[in-house]
């Protein structure tokens, strides 16, 4: 059974884990991820899906863009 959020709870949960990335620090961000991703898994239960949404995440991972790189160096 696959189930979806609502797209306002996408964006709020989006905002809170991007935060909470940020407060891991980047020395700490991988480890913050993996744990994140281990607990997640853990409320779904399932390891098929579970390892199908690391393929899926890793396909659709965009190459970070120059601008991107750029507004990150500055601050924007």
Do not use: K, N, W
Not at 5 to 28: F, K, Q, T, V, W
Request: charged share 25%; hydrophobic share 45%.
């Amino acid at each position: 059974m696959t189930t979806s959020l609502h797209p306002d709870a996408r964006d709020r949960l989006y905002a809170e884990c991007a935060r909470a990335i940020s407060e891991a620090g980047a020395e700490r961000e991988s480890l913050f991820l993996a744990r994140l991703a281990l607990l997640l898994f853990e409320q779904v239960g399932d390891e098929a899906r579970c390892r199908r949404a690391l393929a899926d995440a890793l396909h659709a991972l965009p190459v970070p863009s120059l601008s991107a790189a750029e507004s990150l160096q500055t601050g924007d």
